[in-house]
């Protein structure tokens, strides 16, 4: 069952406490959060947060496409390299 | 291995009696493997003339000129196929292949050594550039941005990255 609409999306508070203060010091720095549960607000958007996989901080830049969806869905708990072959990455 | 040998897939065996393989593609788009044939072995000495005939559960049923028989299917079980690097198309500014950025060396904008790339990842998000950090037993994880990588320089091997705060 989906969450109720009137609750709004949960987030937990230190990581909007963490953003506003990063949004403020306009410092390029790693938010380094370990609430995989948190919905990504549009408020988030352009910060980069460290989301911790139980192991280490993925660093998550975020997107206006991302809002919604969960830190922890960016943030995989198991790795795979798989081939490089023609993959491509792009600098955005 | 030569360096601009680059791996594009593997044949998983023989696919019935008639000589066909299963072939299972690397390529991002996984029907390219076609377009890079002839391609190679290991070593570049033996070419293979692929063709694919049609999809099936992890990969290709393919058609390869040089294997007319199942017993010559089954022997090639388990071989990887090579392409070479200048097979693959040219791209536009700011898009790299992965194979191209791995084993770069990572200098911070004051040219201090940062590492090696050791992948290219992508969770989702921005690209992520694993760099392997010498003398540490983890890697690190930097954004591929012109914010956090403003310089790449391919044919000097090596990446300026202005990486943020708290990651090295």
Request: hydrophobic share 35%; aromatic share 8%.
């Amino acid at each position: 069952m989906s969450r109720s609409v009137w609750k709004g999306p949960f987030v937990d508070s230190y990581v909007l406490k963490k953003a506003e203060a990063s949004r403020e010091s306009g410092r390029n720095e790693v938010i380094k959060i370990w609430s995989r549960r948190s919905t990504i607000l549009p408020q988030f958007v352009g910060l980069t947060f460290g989301v911790y996989n139980g192991q280490k901080h993925i660093p998550v830049n975020v997107t206006e496409e991302m809002i919604g969806q969960k830190f922890g869905e960016y943030s995989p708990t198991r790795t795979y390299y798989g081939h490089a072959a023609d993959k491509k990455a792009k600098r955005k | 291995m030569s360096s601009d040998l680059i791996c594009v897939g593997s044949i998983s065996g023989a696919y019935g009696v008639h000589g066909e393989l299963r072939v299972k593609s690397f390529c991002a788009n996984p029907e390219d493997i076609e377009t890079y044939a002839p391609l190679s072995d290991e070593t570049g000495a033996r070419t293979f003339s692929l063709a694919l005939i049609r999809p099936i559960k992890n990969g290709f049923v393919t058609r390869i000129a040089e294997v007319a028989t199942k017993e010559e299917a089954d022997a090639l079980k388990g071989t990887q196929l090579f392409a070479r690097r200048d097979q693959l198309p040219n791209l536009p500014d700011d898009e790299y292949y992965h194979t191209d950025l791995m084993d770069l060396e990572v200098f911070d904008t004051g040219g201090t050594p940062l590492g090696r790339v050791k992948s290219v990842q992508n969770h989702g998000a921005a690209d992520l550039l694993e760099i392997l950090v010498p003398g540490a037993n983890q890697t690190v994880l930097l954004p591929f941005t012109l914010q956090a990588v403003p310089t790449v320089d391919l044919s000097a091997r090596r990446i300026i990255a202005n990486p943020p705060e708290g990651l090295f």
